[in-house]
């Protein structure tokens, strides 16, 4: 796995963080704010685990999203405008980045068969794959109700 891969990991995190960090602002539910913000603070540690993780392999590591991040917060803010602040429309933009990203890291993790970061990916993968089923279920109790 090359640094430019774990960095793009890195990006992606990021971006998640910002993403939850924008549904938490924009939908008027305290138990979603504080459900985003949680996973939010859970993508801030894995993209600083992954520059520590680059750092330690002598490289430089990203400190930024990326242009798709920034996009998608802006669609965030948008549908919470047209949508009266959903907490449906939040959950499911939501769960839809987090798939991306659960996808993001599983091509990742066959790339890298093992060693360390191939554990640490593996972690994050797991608990991604977590808030994504998490808010899968959200979603569906939603549209249910």
Same mark, same amino acid.
């Given at each position: 796995m090359t640094n430019h891969q774990l960095n793009r990991l890195v990006g992606l995190n990021k971006d998640a963080d910002s993403g939850f960090r924008t549904a938490a602002a924009n939908v008027n539910n305290s138990e979603m704010q504080t459900l985003f913000t949680k996973y939010a603070d859970a993508h801030a540690k894995f993209s600083a685990e992954?520059?520590?993780?680059?750092?330690?392999?002598?490289?430089?590591? @990203?400190?930024?999203?990326?242009?798709?991040?920034?996009?998608?917060?802006?669609?965030?803010?948008?549908?919470?405008?047209?949508?009266?602040? @959903?907490?449906?429309?939040?959950?499911?933009?939501?769960?839809?980045?987090?798939? @991306?990203i659960e996808s993001?890291?599983?091509?990742?993790?066959?790339?890298?068969?093992?060693?360390?970061?191939?554990t640490l990916l593996h972690k994050h993968s797991e608990q991604i794959k977590g808030f994504s089923k998490h808010l899968e279920r959200l979603v569906e109790f939603q549209n249910n109700a």
């Open positions: 992954l520059q520590a993780e680059i750092d330690h392999l002598g490289a430089d590591p @990203s400190d930024s999203g990326t242009v798709g991040g920034a996009v998608h917060r802006t669609w965030l803010d948008v549908k919470a405008a047209l949508t009266g602040h @959903s907490v449906n429309a939040m959950l499911t933009a939501c769960q839809s980045a987090e798939q @991306s993001s890291y599983l091509e990742f993790i066959h790339l890298n068969h093992h060693g360390q970061i191939h």
